[in-house]
């Protein structure tokens, strides 16, 4: 079945405490990306990556790392969680960055940072 | 300044009705996709339509369908005979050509009256 997995899918955290989501599909797709979802804010991009080490900044990348070291794997790095990190994470797919592809979307990470 | 601009944050219909959700995107980029996502109250992404910015027809899936004005640079999404199943949050998302970024609206929450 064609998806994209993420893990874990909740997370209670203390500051400061590093932490690793990650984010996999079996699509052969090459571009992935990180949201994440606030309330009245919408989906926010925070990475996004066009291949394998390629990646680049998306409107809130404050806080987070990324890295594409293979095709399916794109984790999401936080080195020093805070509060204001607490929201929902959504990892997303499409074969490429073209502005026709859609995008798929994992289950999402609901993470809080106390 | 925002690009994709969702102005209901929450609408009520009756079922069996249609209903029109409002997204308008600012982009100078001629090549573009426009996006309608559904997230229902459990939290997943569901992908509804897509337009792309040289489509001479409005978009149709099933009941969903895209009003695609492109001189006013709204997108807006119409539900013809809403469901109870169409309760959701829905959000409209940019993808432009030749800037890699996704761009979503802020949302907006349909509630479906029987």
């Known amino acids: 079945e064609a998806q994209v997995t993420q893990n874990p899918r909740y997370l209670i955290t203390v500051t400061g405490k590093k932490l690793t989501v990650t984010c996999s599909q079996n699509?052969?797709?090459?571009?992935m990306s990180w949201y994440r979802q606030d309330p009245g804010l919408g989906l926010r991009q925070i990475y996004y990556?066009?291949?394998?080490?390629?990646?680049d900044k998306g409107d809130v990348p404050e806080g987070y790392k990324v890295s594409r070291k293979e095709k399916r794997n794109f984790p999401l790095i936080l080195e020093s969680p805070s509060p204001n990190q607490t929201s929902l994470y959504f990892c997303?797919?499409?074969?490429?960055?073209?502005?026709?592809?859609?995008?798929?979307f994992g289950p999402g990470t609901r993470l809080t940072v106390l | 300044a925002q690009k994709i601009t969702q102005t209901q944050p929450g609408m009520f219909v009756q079922e069996k009705e249609a209903v029109t959700l409002d997204c308008t995107y600012d982009?100078?980029?001629?090549?573009?996709?426009l996006f309608w996502y559904k997230q229902p109250s459990s939290g997943e992404m569901i992908f509804l339509i897509y337009?792309?910015?040289?489509?001479?027809q409005n978009a149709t899936e099933g009941r969903y369908s895209l009003n695609f004005q492109k001189a006013r640079k709204s997108a807006n999404l119409v539900i013809s005979a809403s469901q109870l199943g169409d309760s959701a949050m829905y959000f409209c998302?940019?993808?432009?050509?030749?800037?890699?970024?996704?761009?979503f609206g802020t949302g907006t929450k349909l509630q479906v009256i029987p």
């Open positions: 699509m052969n797709h090459e571009y």
């Open positions: 982009t100078s980029d001629p090549s573009y996709g």
């Open positions: 997303a797919s499409s074969p490429q960055g073209a502005a026709y592809n859609e995008q798929f």
């Open positions: 998302a940019m993808r432009e050509e030749g800037y890699q970024k996704v761009t």
């Open positions: 337009q792309g910015s040289y489509d001479q």
């Open positions: 990556s066009m291949n394998v080490e390629v990646t």
